[in-house]
């Protein structure tokens, strides 16, 4: 058996076997219990990367800047000098 035959018939087993991984994206309402939810674990539990102005910001920067991840963390990826320009400016 070819390992693309093995890797094919390994996924088919895991998806009728209902292990397949599926990701759901969620906001900070949860329509299946009709309930506000704040994620205390990730690095946007106020919310602030959905906040209007800060969108309102963000893109124009992030076109001269590169791709910058919304709500990363910096003690594992850095600061960086966008950081030092928006933030004595922010007002939230």
Known sequence: ??????????????EEAGLTRRLRPRGPHDATSN?????????DYLGLSRHPEVRRAGPPRRRCCGAVAR??????????????????????
């Open 1 to 14: 058996m070819s390992w693309q035959t093995w890797l094919d018939t390994a996924a088919t087993a895991r």
């Open 35 to 43: 309930a506000h939810s704040v994620d205390l674990a990730g690095n």
């Open 71 to 92: 709500v990363r963390p910096r003690l594992v990826t850095g600061t960086l000098t966008l950081h030092g320009e928006l933030e004595p400016t922010s007002r939230l």
